[in-house]
Structure formats: structure tokens, C-alpha cells
């Protein structure tokens, strides 16, 4: 099924309303597509410390839980500008590179041995269906991990029907379509999987509809459209907490907001994605965050991302943005 979210002040086209079949849905449920308005409120960063820190403080008071989500980006750069974006097509400096199909496996292959079953992002700062490979890439991971969820989040240019359903066959667990005009149309690939939605029914295909020059969170100083906070933003982040985000070079960066990689914990080539996850690099951050502290982390002391990630599911209950 294939599940759009418009922002909340815009009215869906009539095509989409009218539609007879369920195949296409308009949602407003944010467990299926958050507005980036629903994020970074004042009262999320307030309750990311009252109520998330706490739990996080337990977690990991005694033991050193391990990462449950895993983002590898298989390669680098993206075909699209949008102006909050640090590696879009008009401004990312990075060196334009892929991952080994070799060093993919080796990934698969240690996250295999630890028989995880949490989420693996299949993109980072890229656009993932550049990459050729990726509907092998798909089906490696899904052969290693036969229990994770599976994901990839598109800008959408690139997808055709015929493609989505080879990644879905694959193994796909759920595609994401940042579909990014002015925030009220779709573009022209959404409305031609919209046209084969029948045929697309069985998979997770989610839409948010978006605008290209959004002002977001300042992506730790990157963010080329928001300027570095006048004051140190201070308050816990989850994220070193639950994400490892492996880079097409290798190198496992801080968090997803680390685009151009500046504080790199080890590269996967060098050690075992364990050990990186229980290097001192992390320990440091994850010291000064349990503290609500950013102040002298080089990208934290710069990023007002209101540091949510929802914890495992084994603290005994869910825990939401709705929570804060």
C-alpha cells in the first residue's frame, strides 16, 4: 500500500481523495510519517531529559547495550539541492565514492553473527538509488539478517515501479519517498508509482510530501540554510546511544548528523563494528550527554536536534515523541 502525509494546512489533490480502491491512502497517523513539524518542539527538548535521559541512565548503568539501528551508506552524493541539506547536489564537498561490495559483506556478516533483528538503513547523507547495487545490497542483508527491518528513504527521482518492486522482492521491509517540491505537489515518479499502486500493493510505501527549503534543525553546524546556535544548546541526545551510522568510507561517524564524517569513532575496515560501538570515542559523548551536556563536543555544542530516539522496546513500555 502506498501511504501519503501532506502537511497539515494542505488539501490532498482530488485524484487522491476520489480514488475507489484502497491501494493509495492519505494518512495523518505520525507512527507512519512524522510532519518535521511534529519534531524539535521546545517540549520535546524538556522532555528528552525528564523523561528519556532517565531511562537511558538505567540502561546503561550497568551494561552497555548494543546499537539497534545500523545506517550504512553504500555510496556518496545526491542528485537533488534542497537548502537545509549540507551534501545536496550544489554544495556536498565530499569525494564522490561507493562502499565495496566486499567491505558490505563484511558488514552483513558481523551484524549476521550477532543474529540482529534491529533496523538497517540502507542511506545516510546520499541518495541510495544512485547506487546501482542496492537491490543486491538489498537481498545481502536480508539473507544475513532475515529478521531486521529493512529500510530505505529516497528523494524519490529515481523510483520506478518496476524498481521498487525488485527491492521489495529483494527483501525491502519499507521505502520512504521524501517527496520534495513546495510541500503541496508530488512529482512526477510518485504520481507513476501512484498510477501502479495495485501492483504495488503488498509493500510499505510511505510518502511525505515536503518542501526543498525547509529550515530544520542546524544538523550539528552544517545545515547550510540555519546558522550555529548564539548559545550552546545543552539537553541529552539518544542517538550515540542507539544508531551507528557507517559511512561509504568506512568510517563509523558520531550520528547520521556527522555528514562529512569529522569525528570518526574507527572505520569498519580496522575493527569489528562491536568494538568501535565500545571505543572511548562513544564513551566520551555518551559520558557528557547522560549529563545533559554538549558543551565542548565539537558537532554536539552545535546542533539543537532535540535528541529523541526511541529506546528498545525492552524498557518496559513504548516511548514516543507524544511521551515528551
Not at 494542505?10 to 507512527?31: C, F, G, K, N
Not at 529516497?154 to 517540491?181: H, I, K, M, Q
Not at 510518485?190 to 510511505?206: G, K, S
Request: glycine letters at 6%; aromatic letters at 6%; proline letters at 6%.
Amino acid at each position: 500500500m502506498i501511504r501519503i502525509r501532506f502537511p497539515t494546512a494542505v488539501r490532498p489533490p482530488a485524484e487522491l481523495q476520489d480514488r475507489p480502491d484502497d491501494s493509495v491512502e492519505i494518512t495523518h497517523d505520525t507512527a507512519v510519517i512524522a510532519l518535521e513539524s511534529e519534531k524539535n518542539r521546545p517540549e520535546h527538548v524538556d522532555g528528552v531529559n525528564t523523561v528519556l535521559r532517565p531511562i537511558f541512565e538505567q540502561m546503561w548503568h550497568h551494561a552497555s547495550p548494543l546499537f539497534r539501528i545500523v545506517s550504512v551508506e553504500t555510496r556518496s552524493s545526491c542528485n537533488y539541492t534542497c537548502s537545509f541539506c549540507p551534501v545536496s547536489r550544489s554544495v556536498d564537498p565530499r569525494e564522490a565514492g561507493e562502499m565495496s561490495l566486499e567491505l558490505l559483506q563484511r558488514i552483513a556478516g558481523e551484524l549476521a553473527d550477532l543474529r540482529f533483528a534491529g533496523r538497517i538503513a540502507l542511506f545516510g547523507n546520499n541518495e541510495p538509488l544512485l547506487d546501482r547495487r542496492l537491490a543486491d545490497i538489498v537481498r545481502m542483508f536480508r539473507s544475513s539478517c532475515p529478521k531486521a527491518d529493512l529500510r530505505i528513504l529516497t528523494n524519490g527521482v529515481l523510483a520506478t515501479p518496476d524498481l521498487v518492486g525488485e527491492l521489495f522482492e529483494a527483501g525491502l521491509s519499507t521505502l520512504t519517498v521524501n517527496n520534495y517540491t513546495d510541500g503541496r505537489r508530488l512529482i512526477a515518479p510518485v504520481w507513476t508509482l501512484i498510477a501502479a499502486a495495485d501492483r504495488l500493493r503488498p509493500f510499505d510505501i510511505r510518502i511525505s510530501v515536503r518542501s526543498r527549503t525547509e529550515t530544520l534543525t542546524t544538523r550539528a553546524g552544517l545545515a547550510p540554510n540555519k546558522p550555529h546556535p548564539t548559545r550552546t544548546p545543552q539537553g541529552f541526545c539518544a542517538l550515540p546511544f542507539t544508531d551507528l551510522h557507517i559511512s561509504y568510507t568506512g568510517d563509523v561517524n558520531l550520528c547520521c548528523f556527522d555528514a562529512y564524517g569529522s569525528v570518526s569513532m574507527g572505520k569498519v575496515t580496522d575493527a569489528s563494528i562491536v568494538d568501535i560501538w565500545q571505543a572511548p570515542g562513544f564513551a566520551v559523548h555518551r559520558r557528557s550527554l547522560l549529563r545533559g551536556s554538549r558543551a565542548g563536543l565539537s558537532l554536539c555544542q552545535h546542533c539543537d536536534f532535540d535528541g529523541f530516539r526511541e529506546p528498545a522496546t525492552n524498557v518496559g513500555r513504548k516511548v514516543t515523541r507524544a511521551d515528551l
